[in-house]
C-alpha cells in the first residue's frame, strides 16, 4: 500500500510560481509512474501531467504545457509539480496519484492519491 502526501498549495497572485511536492511511502516508489490531478469546484477531476518511473519521459495537459514542469527523485521518494505563470483558472486542489505498469493520464487508471492541496490563483 502507498501512501501520498501532498504539500506546498497556498495562495498566490496571477502570474506568480508555486511549487507542489508529494511524499511517498509504504511501497517501492521507484516502481510507480507518477501523475497529478486537479479539481475545481464543480468540476472533475482534470490530468495535470505525468511522469514515468524512471523520469525519462513525462506528459503534460495541453492547459500547463510550456508553465508547468513534473519531475522526480527516486532517491527521496518525491515528486514535484513546478508552477510558473501560474492563472486563475488553475485554481483546484492539486491531487497527486501513483500507479504502476503502463503510464497514463486518466484519473482512473491510478490506484494510490493524495489527500489534495489548494492552489489558489488570484486575479
Known amino acids: 500500500q502507498v501512501q501520498l502526501v501532498e504539500s506546498g498549495g497556498g495562495l498566490v497572485q496571477a502570474g506568480d510560481s508555486l511549487r507542489l511536492s508529494c511524499a511517498a511511502s509504504?511501497?517501492?516508489?521507484?516502481?510507480?509512474?507518477m501523475g497529478w490531478f486537479r479539481q475545481a469546484p464543480g468540476k472533475e477531476r482534470e490530468f495535470v501531467a505525468a511522469i514515468t518511473w524512471s523520469g525519462a519521459n513525462t506528459y503534460y495537459a495541453d492547459s500547463v504545457k510550456g508553465r508547468f514542469t513534473i519531475s522526480r527523485d527516486n532517491a527521496k521518494n518525491t515528486v514535484h509539480l513546478q508552477m510558473y505563470s501560474l492563472k486563475p483558472e488553475d485554481t483546484a486542489v492539486y491531487y497527486c496519484?501513483?500507479?504502476?505498469?503502463?503510464?497514463?493520464?486518466?484519473?482512473?487508471?491510478?490506484?494510490?492519491w493524495g489527500q489534495g492541496t489548494q492552489v489558489t490563483v488570484s486575479s
Open positions: 509504504g511501497g517501492t516508489f521507484s516502481r510507480f509512474h
Open positions: 496519484a501513483a500507479k504502476d505498469r503502463r503510464v497514463a493520464v486518466s484519473a482512473g487508471d491510478y490506484d494510490y
